[in-house]
């Protein structure tokens, strides 16, 4: 499968090539002096913030199979720049490679050549693992990385091995840094979590649980490759930013779909905006077209949106009135989980109401 040029706008490309020609050579040559003074703040800086309008650029000129990447060199790099790790060869290596892949797509991508999407999950997935590693074992974990993603591309190597605890803390970790875009986003990755796996014991568990959690987590890190206007206003959107916006379950929905073990996670992510009346999107399913799990996270997605309507009230009134507004909207959603999911929310609101 190739990647395809962003909306086929190709004059976005060639602005991107265009800036990546001035910021590629200029962070490489950062990235190699910090091998003689990897503790200098200054050029630390000077990188993220060239890494940073390059992400920025990718993401104003809507080539966005380079921003999954280029967010999560982002997010690696912010641990040199916070001081809680130093800057390594493994981290050099693993910057100036991610840095060539880019360039290298990018300009496949202006000459009308295909290009193969596994590299750039593979980096991005290995990459946000690596956020989660310990300092003692970052250099050892980084230059192995290094070393699969380049026999990987060469097709010398098998995938990654399922690794399901690491994977969820991987997952978790996102969720908590798309929380940091807006006060009202803050808890609502636990919230979320609570309600689903309640509603989905309600109901006998036909949905496994790590899968469900995983798609909690996951759900809308796409929107992490949206600029946040279009997804933190309150305001109506025009047509054509309204389609971007319903592009985010795919994007999300990619990444986790290519870690191994985690294709039904992936499927209730594409499918979490659907809704039983064929009302939704991407794809306008319907009822009994529509995962179980996709169903429930339907419900929980939409009972957090009303929520934060009501933050003024209590939370166990909040809840309730949410609830409520759910289920006036009930040929929205699976019929079969709407009473169990009314159970959990019932029973949530009690315990709420008995901590005050």
């Given at each position: 499968m190739a990647l395809p040029t962003?909306?086929?706008?190709?004059?976005?490309?060639?602005?991107?090539?265009?800036?990546?020609?001035?910021?590629?050579?200029?962070?490489?040559?950062?990235?190699?002096s910090l091998r003689q003074q990897p503790e200098d703040p200054k050029r630390v800086a000077d990188l993220f913030r060239l890494l940073h309008n390059i992400k920025?650029?990718?993401?104003?000129?809507?080539?966005?199979?380079?921003?999954?990447?280029?967010?999560?060199?982002?997010?690696?790099?912010?641990?040199?720049?916070?001081?809680?790790?130093p800057f390594g060869d493994g981290m050099r290596q693993l910057l100036l490679l991610a840095l060539d892949r880019i360039v290298e797509a990018t300009e496949l991508a202006v000459d009308r050549q295909p290009v193969d999407p596994a590299p750039f999950d593979a980096l991005t997935v290995g990459l946000g693992r690596l956020q989660q590693t310990d300092i003692s074992r970052f250099e050892t974990e980084a230059q192995q990385l290094v070393v699969a993603l380049i026999h990987g591309a060469?097709?010398?190597?098998?995938?990654?091995?399922?690794?399901?605890?690491?994977d969820?803390?991987?997952?978790?970790?996102?969720?908590?840094?798309?929380?940091?875009?807006?006060?009202?986003?803050?808890?609502?990755t636990q919230r979320n979590l609570t309600l689903a796996l309640a509603a989905n014991e309600a109901a006998g568990n036909p949905v496994d649980p790590a899968q469900l959690s995983a798609a909690v987590y996951m759900?809308?890190?796409?929107?992490?490759?949206?600029?946040?206007?279009?997804?933190?206003?309150?305001?109506?959107?025009?047509?054509?930013e309204r389609m971007r916006l319903h592009q985010h379950p795919g994007w999300a929905a990619g990444l986790i779909g290519r870690m191994p073990g985690w294709q039904d996670a992936a499927r209730m992510v594409a499918q979490?905006?659907?809704?039983?009346?064929?009302?939704g999107y991407p794809q306008g399913l319907q009822q009994g077209e529509i995962c179980q799990g996709a169903g429930i996270l339907a419900l929980v997605d939409t009972f957090e949106a009303v929520m934060v309507k009501h933050a003024h009230r209590s939370l166990s009134s909040a809840m309730l009135r949410a609830a409520t507004e759910v289920n006036a909207s009930a040929q929205q959603f699976d019929p079969a989980l709407l009473p169990h999911f009314n159970l959990a929310v019932r029973a949530l609101a009690d315990e709420a109401r008995g901590d005050r």
């Open positions: 962003p909306g086929n706008d190709f004059v976005g490309l060639a602005d991107f090539h265009e800036a990546l020609a001035d910021y590629a050579p200029e962070a490489e040559r950062l990235i190699e920025g650029d990718a993401t104003l000129c809507r080539v966005q199979w380079a921003v999954p990447v280029m967010h999560a060199v982002e997010s690696l790099l912010e641990r040199v720049r916070s001081g809680k790790q060469e097709g010398d190597q098998p995938g990654p091995a399922h690794d399901p605890d690491g969820l803390a991987f997952f978790r970790s996102l969720a908590l840094q798309l929380e940091q875009h807006a006060p009202t986003l803050v808890g609502r759900h809308d890190i796409g929107m992490m490759l949206l600029p946040e206007h279009l997804w933190l206003t309150t305001d109506a959107l025009p047509e054509r979490h905006h659907e809704r039983a009346n064929g009302s």
